[in-house]
């Protein structure tokens, strides 16, 4: 657990939830992460979530052997992360909880909290010994009170949620000890699913963070990035650009097989250009990893059959959450069938106009689809992919 001089890693594994924020699915769990900081002064950087606060706090009294926790830095205040703060608070009653303004009004709301805290700003320093925390402020990356700890003399970026990832710790912790296939996937699903409304924020953030000499960074989700990290911060960036790598993501919902089989021309028709092609059931595959895809990908065609007048509803609301995080840049394409009345091309067309995309390509079948029309979703596939 000791990851640096002085430096201990006091997180846990979580590997009993199902879904994360009860929304999106831990096939491989998530780790709470917190770092312990033994100096002349000793500092927590966040807790844990509250059911597992026991066996951190049995951690901290392991390693610290009687001594006692002075200063506990709250970087983010979401419940996975402060939940454990008033059991700290029992243990060592003395502590001085130290937030900015935001996080100690939270503090307060959340958690009853308003004695024994310390404020801090934009550049605030706060001295342990042979070590100096600094502290910048990160808001809406992706709580409006976010910061980020800096540790000066070591060159250690506590950043918060940042570069976090989905995906328990159970090899290590830090990347070196790490197989980095699964984390990696599991980045871009995190960040398209809880930060991805907010690439304005991270870009303003990397702007202010990046000209430090950062060694490592302990993010409070996923691995300690120390020989990756700029890999990591390479994958925030990219993302908070909306700037996708070259593959198509075809997405498609069918109620009776006729919108698969036309999803799996126009993959065929992508395929003979690009080799990155993904093709997902709506219906079967949960919308979390596929956004995350999204995301990702530069290439994006949807397909679904007109439901009640509209989009199939698990196509509507992916739509949904697309526009819901603003995504920017993708080359878009769209197909759509329907039987008496066609409204899900008309749909898509009014989703891409309302991201301000260019007016896409579309195919429409009605009931069964016909040699001519094969071949223009064969050309749709095609066109997207050429447009990479």
């Known amino acids: 657990m000791k990851l640096a001089e002085n430096l201990y890693y006091v997180g846990v594994n979580d590997r009993s939830k199902d879904l994360f924020e009860n929304m999106l699915p831990l096939p491989y769990g998530?780790?709470?992460?917190?770092?312990?900081?033994?100096?002349?002064?000793?500092?927590?950087i966040d807790t844990v979530e509250a059911p597992f606060v026991e066996q951190q706090l049995?951690?901290?009294?392991?390693?610290?052997?009687?001594?006692?926790?002075?200063?506990?830095?709250?970087?983010?205040?979401?419940?996975?992360?402060?939940?454990?703060?008033?059991?700290?608070?029992?243990?060592?009653?003395?502590?001085?909880?130290?937030?900015?303004?935001?996080?100690?009004?939270?503090?307060?709301?959340?958690?009853?909290?308003?004695?024994?805290?310390?404020?801090?700003?934009?550049?605030?320093?706060?001295?342990?010994?042979?070590?100096?925390?600094?502290?910048?402020?990160?808001?809406?990356?992706?709580?409006?009170?976010?910061?980020?700890?800096?540790?000066?003399?070591?060159?250690?970026?506590?950043?918060?949620?940042?570069?976090?990832?989905?995906?328990?710790?159970?090899a290590g912790i830090l990347d070196t000890q790490l197989n980095l296939d699964l984390y990696w996937k599991e980045m871009y699903r995190y960040y398209a699913n809880i930060?991805?409304?907010?690439?304005?924020?991270?870009?303003?953030?990397?702007?202010?963070?990046?000209?430090?000499?950062?060694?490592?960074?302990?993010?409070?989700?996923?691995?300690?990035?120390t020989k990756h990290l700029n890999e990591a911060v390479s994958i925030y960036d990219r993302m908070s650009r909306y700037e996708g790598e070259k593959g198509v993501v075809i997405v498609y919902g069918s109620m009776y097989g006729h919108t698969e089989r036309m999803a799996q021309v126009v993959a065929r028709g992508a395929g003979e250009v690009c080799k990155k092609v993904f093709l997902y059931d709506i219906s079967k595959t949960d919308s979390s990893f596929i956004v995350g895809e999204i995301f990702r990908y530069k290439g994006l065609i949807l397909g679904s059959p007109t439901y009640s007048n509209d989009l199939f509803p698990p196509m509507k609301a992916l739509v949904d959450k697309l526009e819901l995080r603003g995504l920017k840049n993708r080359q878009f394409g769209a197909f759509g069938s329907y039987t008496w009345a066609g409204a899900a091309v008309r749909s898509f067309l009014a989703f891409a106009e309302r991201m301000k995309w260019e007016t896409p390509p579309t195919v429409e079948v009605k009931q069964a689809m016909t040699p001519e029309q094969e071949e223009d979703l064969m050309q749709l596939g095609r066109t997207i992919a050429t447009q990479l």
């Open 195 to 225: 930060v991805g409304k907010y690439g304005n924020p991270v870009q303003t953030a990397l702007k202010k963070l990046l000209p430090l000499q950062i060694d490592m960074i302990c993010s409070t989700h996923g691995p300690v990035w």
């Open 30 to 44: 998530v780790s709470y992460n917190s770092f312990l900081l033994v100096d002349d002064k000793v500092a927590l």
């Open 58 to 170: 049995e951690t901290i009294q392991r390693i610290l052997n009687g001594r006692l926790v002075d200063y506990l830095i709250v970087n983010h205040m979401e419940p996975d992360h402060s939940s454990g703060i008033q059991a700290l608070r029992l243990l060592y009653p003395q502590v001085q909880i130290v937030g900015n303004a935001k996080t100690l009004a939270m503090l307060q709301g959340y958690y009853g909290i308003s004695d024994g805290v310390y404020e801090v700003k934009e550049g605030s320093e706060l001295a342990l010994g042979k070590r100096t925390l600094r502290f910048y402020m990160t808001p809406m990356v992706h709580w409006p009170e976010v910061m980020m700890a800096y540790d000066i003399e070591n060159h250690i970026l506590f950043s918060a949620d940042a570069f976090g990832c989905f995906g328990t710790l159970d």
